[in-house]
């Protein structure tokens, strides 16, 4: 099957700018005290659940997945770029990376306690969107959670540069109801929103929805 455009154009995007992205964002969540505060409540609610494993899906560099096994879960992380994936690999030599999408995960039904999707589905057509959650909700167990950050708007904002590349890759703002609105037709129970203003380096708002697969009666 022929691979949609966006997804070659992500990953090409990514590939280029990965060792730059990594030394940019390596401290980022040092001065995001709210972003460092839904990850904690992600890592107690998957400790308290007790489900299994958790992916960060979309890792990047793998600077999330590193900061969920420093607080205690057992991490790996899953992205569509190659070079990023690389970069992960030799920054976090002990912890698990493999290149893959979230459009169809290599992962068996119900294995993870928890996914942890940071700012990646941000590259993914809104219409497509139900896919990659049906996707999510077939690899979480019951019980399990789901954490997204994404950007909060009701845009298409263009990316021409960024992180000292030149690139041509879109990024969607997504409404957060929207978003929790997809999640729920997909199955899962929405748990919190979170929405903060713009901080450094920011161009607006940002959005965190934590939701769950709802245990088995
Ligand atoms: C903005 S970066 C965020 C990376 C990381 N989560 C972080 O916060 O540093 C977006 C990442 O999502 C990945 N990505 C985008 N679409 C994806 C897909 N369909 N499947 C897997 N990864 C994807 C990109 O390759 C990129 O590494």
């Given at each position: 099957?022929?691979?949609?455009?966006?997804?070659?154009?992500?990953?090409?995007?990514?590939?280029?700018?990965?060792?730059?992205?990594?030394?940019?964002?390596?401290?980022?969540?040092?001065?995001?005290?709210?972003?460092?505060?839904?990850?904690?409540?992600?890592?107690?609610?998957?400790?308290?659940?007790?489900?299994?494993?958790?992916?960060?899906?979309g890792?990047?560099?793998?600077?999330?997945?590193?900061?969920?096994?420093?607080?205690?879960?057992?991490?790996?992380?899953?992205?569509?770029?190659?070079?990023?994936?690389?970069?992960?690999?030799?920054?976090?030599?002990?912890?698990?990376?493999?290149?893959?999408?979230m459009?169809?995960?290599?992962?068996?039904?119900?294995?993870?306690?928890?996914?942890?999707a940071?700012?990646s589905i941000i590259?993914t057509?809104?219409?497509?969107l139900?896919?990659v959650?049906?996707?999510?909700?077939?690899?979480?167990?019951?019980?399990?959670?789901?954490?997204l950050?994404f950007?909060?708007?009701?845009?298409?904002?263009?990316?021409?540069?960024?992180?000292?590349?030149?690139?041509?890759?879109?990024?969607?703002?997504?409404?957060?109801?929207?978003?929790?609105?997809?999640?729920?037709?997909?199955?899962?129970?929405?748990?919190?929103?979170?929405?903060?203003?713009?901080?450094?380096?920011?161009?607006?708002?940002?959005?965190?929805?934590?939701?769950?697969?709802?245990?088995?009666?």
């Open positions: 099957m022929t691979e949609p455009a966006y997804l070659r154009i992500t990953r090409a995007s990514y590939d280029t700018v990965a060792a730059d992205y990594a030394e940019i964002l390596r401290t980022e969540l040092g001065h995001r005290p709210l972003d460092r505060a839904m990850l904690a409540a992600f890592v107690e609610l998957v400790q308290a659940s007790d489900a299994g494993p958790v992916a960060d899906i890792c990047g560099p793998g600077r999330v997945t590193g900061h969920l096994q420093s607080l205690g879960l057992t991490a790996r992380g899953i992205d569509l770029s190659p070079e990023m994936i690389a970069v992960a690999r030799r920054t976090y030599p002990d912890l698990r990376f493999d290149v893959g999408s459009n169809a995960l290599d992962l068996e039904d119900g294995g993870l306690g928890g996914i942890v940071w700012y590259h057509p809104p219409e497509l139900p896919e959650f049906a996707e999510f909700h077939r690899v979480l167990a019951a019980g399990g959670h789901l954490l950050a950007k909060a708007g009701d845009e298409i904002r263009h990316l021409e540069h960024a992180y000292g590349h030149p690139l041509a890759l879109d990024v969607h703002w997504l409404e957060p109801e929207r978003v929790a609105e997809l999640l729920r037709r997909a199955g899962f129970v929405v748990d919190a929103t979170l929405v903060r203003e713009a901080g450094r380096d920011e161009a607006g708002p940002q959005a965190y929805l934590m939701v769950r697969r709802p245990a088995n009666p």
